[in-house]
């Protein structure tokens, strides 16, 4: 069997899928050394590279395409592209990588007041099989409740048969645990709208704080708030 060899694209159009630039920049920047070869081989801006031959102000260039990051979402923080919307979870982000074509985006949300686990990629077909209903992932959040449980909820969320406001269909079974009182961790595997919140309004509660601590067999490990890392190819859930 043959080795592959990495696939070349034209080097203006690598830098400006990576964000580092427009395709009229590319030539200032190779004046200006800013953009050089490993191997220290001449470049023009329509020179056929593969993506790992290039050297960014001395380092290696960001990911290609099929990047997916592992965030901890602050609260406070907005999953959308819209800046009208307040502080968004790309702002954590260096600034080029919101000029990354194909964009990157995030894997289903997580809403301003729940922090936690949060995947961003730009394989859009990733991104799509994730957030499938079909595709039934783990989650796993930790509530703190308004008030003390009454004593049903462990068996009426696993029973499959809740129903949420507004829904035709009723809640697959879902796992709740008890920490206390007032602290719970909900496992789920659906991804409705404001989903946990709403399960525990169903049976008269209200939820006070919200965290996804894992998702699959992902958790955060010991990332702290607004931090976040590229997951490796064994990492991206399947």
């Known amino acids: 069997m ?4 990495p696939s070349k694209v034209r080097l203006d159009k690598l830098l400006g899928s990576l964000g580092y630039c427009v395709r009229k920049e590319v030539a200032a920047l190779l ?7 490993t191997d220290n081989l001449p470049l023009k801006s329509d020179t056929k590279v593969s993506h790992e031959e290039i050297l960014y102000k001395g380092e290696p260039l960001d990911p290609p395409t099929g990047i997916v990051i592992l965030m ?5 923080l907005v999953c959308s592209h ?12 260096p600034p080029r990588w919101r000029l990354r074509d194909p964009k990157i985006s995030t894997i289903g949300r997580l809403d301003k007041e729940t922090s936690g686990l949060l995947l961003l990629t730009d394989d859009g077909a990733l991104l799509h099989r994730l957030t499938s209903p079909k595709h039934k992932v783990p989650k796993v959040y930790e509530a703190t409740l308004d008030r003390p449980l009454r004593g049903d909820e462990t068996e009426i969320f696993a029973s499959g048969t809740l129903m949420l406001h507004g829904e035709k269909f009723p ?3 879902a796992k709740l645990t008890l920490i206390d009182d007032t602290h719970v961790t909900l496992g789920i595997t659906e991804g409705r709208y404001h989903q946990v919140r709403r399960m525990f309004a169903a049976v008269g509660n209200h939820v006070t704080a919200l965290r996804r601590s894992s998702l699959g067999d992902l958790t955060l490990g010991d990332l702290k708030a607004g931090e976040y890392r590229i997951l490796n190819f064994e990492e991206i859930p399947s």
């Open 2 to 5: 043959k080795n592959s060899k």
């Open 31 to 37: 004046r200006d050394g800013v953009i050089t070869h």
């Open 72 to 76: 901890n979402k602050p609260l406070g």
């Open 82 to 93: 819209d800046d009208g919307e307040g502080k968004l979870v790309y702002d954590l982000l």
């Open 171 to 173: 809640c697959l079974p």
